[in-house]
């Protein structure tokens, strides 16, 4: 199981969403901590209410290149979210990337409708810039 059906399927099990929200909470504090210094403006996400922070890595230099991401965020339940779009995006090809979007993922646990307009469009600038530089890493 990925971690991401993972994600799905422990959603399905939490009916209250004041539990779902404590879950996206609990998935924020596993994810690991970004060093200082690459919490800078060149990685920070625009858009975002929070602050928010993703470092892509390339794992090979092909044509369709496995992408990784980490991720970090001020904000407890946002960091959450990050944590959530990167079990999506991470370790996938770029091609792969270009063609998924996370706001399907999100629309299918029902956590887009639950979120603040602020949450839902810094979730958006997020995908947004991740797959912007999935398709970047096609045409290099």
């Known amino acids: ?16 969403w004041e539990d779902r ?12 901590e970004m060093p200082e210094e690459q919490r800078t403006a060149d990685h ?6 929070s602050q928010v922070w993703l470092v892509t890595t390339k794992a090979d230099a092909g044509a369709d290149p496995v992408l990784t991401f ?3 965020s001020d904000a407890h339940i946002v960091r ?3 944590a ?11 091609s792969e990337i270009v063609r998924l979007d996370a706001l399907d993922v999100f629309g299918k646990i ?24 999935a398709a970047q890493q096609l045409v290099a």
């Open 44 to 49: 920070k996400v625009q858009g975002c209410a």
């Open 110 to 133: 029902g956590l887009v409708e639950h979120l603040s307009a602020q949450r839902a469009n810094g979730l958006r600038s997020m995908v947004k810039r991740i797959r912007e530089e």
């Open 21 to 32: 929200y404590r879950y996206v909470i609990e998935i924020g504090k596993a994810l690991p």
């Open 70 to 72: 980490a991720g970090e």
């Open 80 to 82: 959450g979210l990050v």
């Open 84 to 94: 959530i779009v990167l079990a999506i995006y991470s370790g996938k090809h770029a």
């Open 1 to 16: 199981m990925t971690p991401i059906e993972k994600i799905i399927d422990d959603f399905a099990f939490l009916e209250e």
